[in-house]
């Protein structure tokens, strides 16, 4: 059996809530998952493109393809189910808290999919949890951007295996064994960023999006974010970049001794 990788073990520490545990990534590092965990995490596609042929049913029961909410604005993917009892309305609700910060809305410079990963689960659960969801981010037209879907099994598992979302069902206490995380999607469907945790730090949500948008929205100041903070998929949050810290100190130093000659220069020639 392959050892856990470093993505798998941090989301080990996500998954022990589940099961009324709140563990710390650093615990996590260092500490097995029990026997019954080890096949479920989530392991990083960067760059995959997922299959937009897929067909589910949205929120109102009617049949919907992937690929009609791809095209022009990044996607934010939750992978969930709606009758979960502990972790996933912790990971929803962590969205909203997130989301909320952002000058952007829902619907208008992106859109989010959340998909059940329980088969049995229908259109009318999905409805429920959206209308909870969207009520409490409480802006106008997120309903229009923000989409619950369910689908078969098969189906859903293409697209958990695409963007590498492991899971397990446990028929002893009828639930489902998960990680949790987003995946930031550009409109052509490819995974672009991964943010790990049922909390997102509002600053890597914007970036991530910037990032998928392929630099379409956001403002200038975000360019320079960028410039200064990369993403680090060990981690999935944003940090300093040193070395744009050192380039930008070194521009900065530049410039400082062009202006000081320049100055010089200019007394100079009045003296004379």
């Known amino acids: 059996m392959k050892k856990p990788g470093l993505e798998a073990t941090r989301f080990a520490a996500s998954l022990w809530l589940a099961i009324g545990a709140l563990a710390a990534p650093a615990f996590a590092d260092t500490t097995a998952p029990p026997p019954a965990l080890r096949d479920v995490g989530i392991e990083q596609k960067l760059d995959h493109v997922v299959p937009l042929d897929l067909s589910f049913r949205d929120e109102s029961d009617n049949p919907v393809r992937l690929a009609d909410f791809f095209g022009q604005k990044p996607v934010l993917l ?22 909320r910060p ?13 998909v ?22 409480g802006r106008p037209g997120a309903a229009q951007g923000w989409h619950f879907l369910v689908g078969d099994d098969e189906t859903i598992r293409r697209l958990a295996d695409a963007v590498g979302f492991r899971y397990r069902y446990e028929a002893a206490n009828d639930q489902f064994a998960h990680a949790t995380g987003l995946f930031v999607l550009t409109p052509q469907g490819r995974i672009s960023r991964v943010l790990y945790g049922i909390d997102y730090a509002p600053r890597d949500l914007r970036l991530a999006l910037v990032e998928a948008s392929e630099r379409k929205i956001g403002t200038l100041a975000d360019q320079l974010l960028l410039f200064c903070y990369h993403y680090d998929p060990a981690t999935g949050k944003y940090g300093p970049a040193a070395m744009a810290a050192v380039r930008v100190g070194g521009a900065l130093t530049l410039v400082g001794l062009v202006a000081f000659v320049a100055l010089q220069l200019r007394h100079e020639r009045s003296r004379a």
Not at 102 to 114: H, K, R
Not at 116 to 137: F, G, M, N, P
């Open 102 to 114: 952002l000058a952007w809305n829902v619907g208008d410079e992106f859109q989010i999919v959340t």
């Open 78 to 99: 939750s992978l969930a189910y709606y009758h979960c009892p502990m972790l996933c309305p912790m990971a929803l609700e962590g969205l909203v808290r997130s989301l």
């Open 116 to 137: 059940s990963i329980d088969a049995r689960e229908t259109s009318a659960q999905a409805a429920e949890k959206k209308r909870t969801l969207v009520s409490d981010y």
